[in-house]
């Protein structure tokens, strides 16, 4: 391949799979940042997710973008529904921010296990993908996959919506107040536990999304859950707890990385691309590369 | 460190223990009640030597397993229970160690490799220990839960450009009899360095910065290197656990090797038991690996569903584990008990 090829690939191909990622990015981030729950099932959301897509795909051979329609309601529906019945009690219990870490950390640890079964039980072991799409579109006078820029448009305009939503009604502004100060929050008359269900559900919605849109271009199978959880930790961290334009950036930089590194070593290393980002920023800028400085 | 120094001169038990008791651990030397502890866990050590002789089957391997799993869930539990660092990480360790036993078979002695094992889950373990313990908060947590998954990708990939085959062989000839011993010696072995880490000022400083970390370093506590250190004494456990068990596997690949179940295994089992006393995760492992073959050998399709089930179970039931459990009912038939002999008393006055 020639060198000037290979960088037009990874900067292309690197954007088109970090914008997919903002997806699930967000996701994680209304978990964390408003919801004060470090969910460590979130990955597992996102191959169930992929996984019914599979399913409603091969069944209907309807466009995976309709498949939304479903699973975003039901993801929401259950993320509001784990929220209410298992963090909920552990919110209440706990006597500090330490506290509910260590007890989320570890409940969503057993939530992602339960739903690995499930979906061992439901779907199998083995690998699973479908092809929708898979016909090149040339940038550039090189060929791309059409999947993955369909994707790319999916998940840029769920983000917007997301975004004008989050900054534009008042609705949205209850979330951010609460991600700003939970307990300023509860005096001007906002009801923290129902806004902190909300976005904790939102967030595995959004990052259900995520699922279906890589579905299209990626193969999945019950056991990945975890990587993406770890790739969603590791953009929020990069971006900041409660920045989303930080997160949209540290997705393409997360993005770039993993094509790069796939590319141009070997595409098993993905999840090594993930570490060293994360390595960096934690010796560097541990606040995150937008966030200010304690 | 300005923390008292507490270890004093304790002379080294004369036999390995399995259990020690941390009753005294503010007096210098041993007192009575120690020493007698110590010689309980020694009779108690040498009776649960005795079971290669007694069987060499089916009750051995689950022996065995119970082993492994005591030296996991205590070494985990030396540095996650006073810290509050939970560690989703020991099979990136486990298989570390099981990998350079694999790896090494047919150029290097046997022990040497167990050496070297060791020496290399304690480097990484300083490596990943200096980057996410010198900042507070979930990166911890967060780096050790892919950390097992990033090794497997790594070294699977490394034997791809090697040219290697992602299966090794580890044919050593050791009986399950040895590795049992072996096992239970690492085991006696963790319990001793648990009991040495109770009663010394580093033991001291990880409960402080488990209980307040801002006052710990308040208190002029190097936070950072205590927690560094015990992760490191933590981890090479990990690793020489699973150099010894490479052989019993025979066969090592990644994907066994670097198994995700290993790492939460160890937790569901040191939560279970509880990780404020010494002998906590024992308690956890003994039941649970009992129920654990029965689960594999009855639904052998749901164990991943039921493994969950099993360890949302622990958290939300019993958050302090069954020692934590058994020591509250403990102490409110205590307080109960005080309260009537009170009540007896005060009633023998009113009629004297």
Request: hydrophobic share 55%.
């Amino acid at each position: 391949m020639q060198p000037g090829a290979a960088v037009m690939d990874i900067l292309i191909i690197g954007l088109l799979l970090g914008g997919t990622y903002a997806l699930m990015a967000m996701g994680l981030q209304l978990q964390y940042g408003v919801a004060r729950i470090m969910n460590l099932a979130n990955g597992e959301i996102l191959v169930a997710a992929a996984f019914g897509t599979f399913w409603f795909f091969t069944a209907t051979k309807v466009s995976p973008f309709v498949s939304l329609i479903g699973i975003v309601p039901l993801a929401f529906a259950l993320n509001w529904a784990v929220y209410r019945v298992l963090i909920l009690p552990l919110v209440r219990r706990a006597k500090n921010q330490g506290q509910l870490d260590v007890d989320s950390i570890l409940a969503t640890f057993g939530i992602s296990f339960i739903f690995i079964g499930i979906l061992l039980h439901v779907f199998g072991g083995d690998y699973l993908s479908y092809s929708y799409l898979a016909r090149p579109y040339v940038i550039f006078g090189e060929n791309y996959g059409l999947n993955r820029i369909a994707a790319f448009l999916g998940s840029a305009a769920i983000c917007i919506g997301l975004y004008v939503w989050l900054h534009r009604t008042r609705a949205g502004l209850t979330l951010r107040a609460v991600a700003v100060n939970p307990s300023a929050a509860g005096l001007v008359s906002i009801d923290v536990e129902r806004v902190s269900a909300l976005a904790f559900a939102l967030g595995g919605a959004v990052t259900a999304a995520g699922g279906t849109l890589l579905s299209m271009f990626l193969t999945f199978d019950a056991s990945l859950g975890v990587l993406f959880t770890l790739k969603a930790l590791v953009i929020v961290i990069m971006g900041g707890v409660s920045e989303i334009r930080g997160a949209i950036i540290a997705s393409f930089i997360l993005g770039l990385a993993e094509t790069a590194v796939a590319i141009l070593v070997d595409p098993g290393l993905t999840l090594a691309a993930a570490y060293v980002l994360f390595l960096a920023i934690l010796l560097l800028r541990p606040e995150g590369l937008f966030g200010r400085r304690v | 460190m300005s923390v008292g120094d507490t270890s004093g001169t304790a002379a080294p038990p004369a036999r390995p223990s399995e259990m020690a008791t941390t009753h005294a651990r503010h007096s210098s030397g041993l007192s009575a009640n120690e020493k007698r502890n110590l010689a309980v866990c020694a009779v108690i050590f040498a009776m649960v030597a005795t079971l290669p002789m007694m069987s060499d089957g089916y009750w051995l391997s689950i022996g065995v397993s119970i082993a492994m799993y005591t030296v996991l869930a205590t070494s985990w539990m030396l540095f996650s229970g006073p810290t509050n660092y939970i560690s989703l990480g020991t099979a990136a360790f486990f298989g570390i160690g099981m990998y350079v036993v694999a790896g090494g078979i047919d150029v290097l002695p046997y022990p040497a490799l167990v050496l070297l094992a060791g020496i290399a889950g304690a480097v990484f373990a300083a490596i990943v220990g200096l980057a996410t313990l010198r900042i507070a908060g979930v990166y911890f947590v967060i780096f050790t839960l892919g950390m097992a998954e990033l090794i497997r990708q790594i070294v699977s990939w490394g034997q791809a450009k090697m040219g290697s085959q992602a299966g090794l062989y580890v044919l050593t000839g050791m009986s399950d009899a040895a590795l049992y011993w072996l096992l239970l010696s690492l085991a006696a072995l963790v319990f001793l360095v648990g009991w040495w880490i109770g009663r010394s000022r580093l033991g001291f400083a990880l409960r402080i910065i488990g209980n307040d970390e801002v006052v710990a370093v308040h208190s002029g506590i190097n936070t950072a290197r205590a927690k560094v250190i015990l992760f490191v004494i933590s981890s090479a456990f990990a690793s020489v656990t699973g150099a010894f068990v490479a052989p019993r596997y025979s066969y090592v690949e990644p994907t066994i090797a670097f198994s995700p179940f290993i790492s939460f295994q160890v937790v569901i089992m040191a939560l279970l038991g509880g990780v404020h006393r010494l002998w906590g995760p024992l308690v956890g492992v003994i039941p649970f690996t009992l129920l654990w073959e029965l689960i594999n050998a009855s639904f052998p399709r749901q164990t991943t569903l039921l493994l969950g089930v099993a360890f949302l179970l622990i958290v939300y039931l019993i958050p302090h584990g069954v020692v934590g459990l058994v020591e509250d009912l403990l102490r409110q038939r205590n307080l109960a008990l005080g309260r009537l002999v009170e009540m007896m008393r005060g009633r023998k006055n009113d009629n004297g």
